[in-house]
């Protein structure tokens, strides 16, 4: 509590606060009321990276997925990853067809509203010749 105003709260623990209201007219109390505050936790801020489909073939689509749990909304993302384009992509989600045979990754950095970051984890895909095609 702010011992100059002592109806402010500055800080709340996790858990239950009561908080108590008077209002004041000509210079005397005349109404008092309580009332609970719950303060929950923060949730934790985080990220998983997903590909799809995985394995992949040369000429597929490829999607990268960085999901997110927590933080605060709106989120930015900065992407960096094998023939990611530049400048970096700026959504949750990305796609890109591959023209190579090799071993792909990806990984993404997130920055929430709050200025709080999170990773999505470097991830790797395989991506191979297409077995529909046959050599002449």
């Known amino acids: 509590r702010n011992p100059d105003y002592p109806g402010e709260v500055l800080a709340v623990d996790d858990g239950i606060a009561t908080i108590t209201v008077t209002g004041v007219s000509g210079g005397t109390a005349n109404k008092t009321t309580n009332f609970n505050l719950t303060v929950n936790p923060p949730v934790a ?14 000429g597929q689509q490829v999607i990268w997925t960085c999901n997110i749990t927590g933080g605060t909304f709106p989120y930015t993302y900065v992407w960096t990853g094998t023939n990611f384009p ?16 090799g071993t792909k990754t990806a990984s993404a950095v997130v920055t929430d509203a709050l200025g709080a970051t999170a ?12 077995p529909k095609f046959k050599e002449f």
């Not at 530049?86 to 045979?101: K, R």
């Not at 990773?119 to 297409?130: D, E, H, M, P, R």
């Open 45 to 58: 801020f985080t990220g998983s990276l997903d590909v799809s489909p995985s394995p992949s073939y040369i």
């Open 119 to 130: 990773t999505c984890a470097q991830k790797s895909l395989i991506v191979g010749l297409n």
């Open 86 to 101: 530049s400048p970096s992509p700026t959504s949750g989600s990305v796609s890109i067809t591959y023209q190579s045979a």
